[in-house]
């Protein structure tokens, strides 16, 4: 197993509009593809931030994870045009767990 950690720094002010509109229509078009292990906000530190964890087979089944995603003609028109103009940085980690991680 492997996970993908996204981070997302959101225009000042655009946090809770970002946040509605992946539970909305972000979140049932990707969980059809990936498993959501977490996802936060920050309130300490860098503000207006998003951070999500997905789970993911393999580095090879992420990738088929994001081709078949960017395929679904739900995800572009109902989520990406509307979330990409509150997004200014964005930032993707893959993580393997540790022997000794509680998350294999």
Sequence with gaps: MIYEMRTYRLRVGKLNEFL???????LPIITRYV??????????????????VWAHDSLD?????????MRDPDWGPRYLAHALPLIEHQETRIMLPTTFSPLQ
């Design 61 to 69: 089944g992420r990738a088929a994870n994001r081709a078949a995603l």
């Design 35 to 52: 498993k959501l292990v977490g996802y936060w906000t920050t309130e300490i530190g860098e503000l207006n931030t998003a951070i999500h």
């Design 20 to 26: 509605g509109l992946f539970e909305r229509e972000g």
